[in-house]
């Protein structure tokens, strides 16, 4: 099984929609984030959390909620769907904060039409 | 004008080739991150460092801090290296990873 697990890993919505996007992960990791991927953009961050009662927005935040249901699970939800939010999504998770090794998730493709 | 720059954008080459893909950036770090993502979408970490340099198989990172440029090399390319290769610094005055766009990678057999 994978470190670090993602579901759904494809989903194709309608504007509008309420979204839910799940991260579970078996490293231990007390760091969770949250990225989206645009063709020919770098990774930007949505949330990231240190620890269960730690949420901080990232630079891309409006749109977007995230849940820490517990150190192995981070959730991402898009309240209102729409088309622009239509990339692929990451998790991803690391011990220590940036000087720590990243791992990450095999992605989540959304489709908001 | 971006804080993290990795140049060439796109790189074909044969295989056996050497590969460097370069890594410039404007702010301090604390540590520089060398990561692929294959074809399929998943992004694996290859490299993680804040000085000298560290080598793994074929590939060799690179990074001169005064310089605040990195680099990655490929020795003995293989069709299987083609990905897209993305450099990532974490700044060192606050939390936050800095993302390169990404070098393209395909190695023709």
């Known amino acids: 099984d994978a470190d670090v697990t993602q579901t759904p890993r494809n989903r194709i919505t309608k504007t509008g929609k309420r979204i839910m996007l799940e991260c579970s992960q078996t490293?231990?990791?007390?760091?969770m984030y949250w990225y989206r991927q645009d063709p020919g953009l770098g990774l930007r961050l949505i949330y990231y959390?240190?620890?269960?009662?730690?949420?901080n927005k990232g630079e891309i935040s409006d749109g977007y909620s995230v849940s820490r249901q517990a150190q192995a699970k981070f959730s991402l939800s898009l309240e209102s769907a729409i088309p622009n939010q239509t990339a692929l999504y990451f998790c991803?998770?690391?011990?220590?904060?940036?000087?720590?090794?990243?791992?990450f998730g095999e992605g989540s493709r959304l489709t908001v039409l | 004008k971006n804080e993290v720059e990795q140049s060439p954008q796109n790189l074909t080459a044969q295989e056996g080739e050497f590969i460097t893909i370069n890594c410039s950036y404007s702010v301090g770090i604390s540590a520089l991150h060398w990561l692929q993502q294959h074809p399929g979408g998943g992004i694996v970490s290859l490299f993680m460092l804040s000085s000298g340099k560290k080598k793994h198989g074929r590939l060799i990172a690179t990074i001169n801090i005064q310089e605040k440029h990195s680099s990655l090399h490929i020795t003995a390319s293989h069709p299987r290296d083609s990905a897209v290769y993305i450099c990532a610094v974490g700044e060192a005055s606050n939390y936050q990873l800095i993302w390169g766009a990404g070098t393209k990678l395909i190695i023709k057999p």
């Open positions: 490293k231990g990791h007390d760091r």
């Open positions: 959390s240190f620890d269960v009662k730690d949420i």
């Open positions: 991803a998770t690391s011990y220590g904060g940036y000087t720590g090794e990243l791992f």
